[in-house]
């Protein structure tokens, strides 16, 4: 879904993830890209997927 093209032009623009940070990265940054883009692309409401989904965080559930 996120060609290279396109992820070249996105990777400059996100911000480096600190390297004095307590864990590693959760999730590389162009595969998350890839999800949320699935989501808007697919109308997929996020209180159906969360609620569907047992093992998402209570990080990413909508405020």
């Not at 996105?10 to 890209?33: K, T």
């Amino acid at each position: 879904m996120v060609d290279d093209g396109l992820w070249a032009r996105i990777e400059p623009l996100l911000p480096p993830w600190p390297e004095r940070s307590p864990r590693p990265r959760p999730v590389d940054d162009r595969p998350c890209l890839q999800g949320i883009l699935y989501v808007l692309h697919q109308d997929i409401a996020w209180r159906s997927r969360l609620e569907s989904s047992r093992s998402c965080t209570a990080s990413c559930s909508p405020s």
